[in-house]
C-alpha cells in the first residue's frame, strides 16, 4: 500500500506498544508461561456464559441505553449501599462502560481541560498518563514509597497549586499490590476540601483484597465521593476481561459531563452481557468469595517459590506479586524479564515501565490469577533460576 506523504504530528509522541502485549507476544514466541498480562487462564462461570446466551437468543442484540440498562444500574447502587453504605442513584449517578480503561478515559476528556495538572502516583497503571496527555493535560507525578509504595501526603500538598484539576488514585493498586487505608482517605479528603479538584478512583480490584483487609473505596467517605469519579470492572470480578465491561460512578453534577464525553467514545456497552449481569450479580457470593479465592493462589504461588532467589514484597490486593531479583542479578528489570522469558520461559512486567522515568528496583511483576498447575510450571522454573 502506498503511504501518505503528508507530516503526521503524534499526540503521543514518546508513547510505544504497551508492556502488556510486548511481554504477552514474547510469551507466545518463546512458549513461555505467561504472568506477564494480568487476566486468569481459568473459565468463567458458567451460569454466567448460560445467561449471556439466554438473552442472545432472546434477541437483545441491539444498542442499550447509553446509560446502561437500569436493573444493573440498580442492583449496582444496591450493592454500594451494601458494601459501602453509599447511596448512588441508578438514574443519574451510574454509568456501564466498555471496561474500566475505556471508563478512566472518558472521565479525564469529560474534567481535564488544556493545561490543567492532574497529579499521578507511580507506578502507575499505564493507561493514565496518556488519557491526560491526549486530553492537554499535564500530568504531575508523586512517588509511592517503597517497600509497602505508601503515599507521603505530604508530598502531595506540596504539589496542589491553583492549576490542580484532578488527583488519580489507585487502590488495590496495580502493580505492587499495595492498598490504601481510610487514613489516607481522610488525609485525600483533607488535601482537597474547599478546592476545585476532581478525583478518578480506580477500584478494579475492590474484591481482591487479603489478610482479613476492608477495601476503602472511597465512596465510604461522602465528603470525598460527592468530587470523584470511582470506577469498577466486570472482568476482574467474574474472570472475564475480554468482554470488557465495567461501571462508573458519580455524583449527578460529574455523571452529566462523563456522559456527554461516554455518548460519542462508545454510546453505549454490550447489551446481553448487562442483561446477564444483572441476572448474576444477584448472587453476592461470587464476588463476596474473591478475596479467599484470590488470597489462596497467592498464597500458593508464594509457598511454592519461597524457597527461590527471589525475595518476596508483600501483595495486600489485587492479582499481583511482585519479586525482587537483586540477589540474582544487577541487569535492568527490563532486560533480566527478557531474559527470563526467554531462557526460562516465565513471562513477567518490570516495575520501571509503570514510571514516567525508569525507576529500577530490580522488581518483576508476576500474575498468580491462574490454575494451579500453571503457578506450579512457573515456580519450578523460577526455582531454576541463581
Known sequence: MSHFQGTIKSKLPTTGTSIFTVMSALAREHNAINLSQGFPDFECSAELVSLVNQYMKKGLNQYAPMQGILPLRETIAQKMEELYSAKYDPETEVNITAGGT???YAAIAATVQEGDEVIVFEPAYDCYVPAIE???????????KAPDYSIDWNEVKKVVNQHTRMIMINTPHNP??????????QQLEKITRGIDIVVVSDEVYEHIIFDGSEHQSVARFPKLAERTFIIFSFGKSYHTTGWKMG???????????????HQFMVFCANSPIQYALADYMKNKDAYLSLNSFYQKKR????????????KLRPSSGSYFQSLDYSAISNEKDTD???????????????????YHKPIDNKLLRFCFAKKEDTLEQAAERLMKIN
Open 247 to 261: 461501571y462508573v460512578l458519580a455524583p449527578a453534577n460529574l455523571m452529566a459531563e462523563f456522559r456527554k464525553v
Open 176 to 185: 505492587t499490590g499495595a492498598v490504601m487505608t481510610a487514613k489516607d482517605m
Open 336 to 354: 533480566f524479564a527478557v531474559r527470563l522469558t526467554k531462557e526460562y520461559g516465565v513471562a513477567s512486567v518490570p516495575i520501571s515501565v509503570f
Open 134 to 144: 491526549l486530553n492537554g493535560g499535564i500530568p504531575v507525578f508523586v512517588q509511592l
Open 299 to 310: 498464597d500458593y504461588f508464594n509457598n511454592l517459590v519461597k524457597d527461590s532467589k527471589f
Open 102 to 104: 475505556q471508563a478512566i
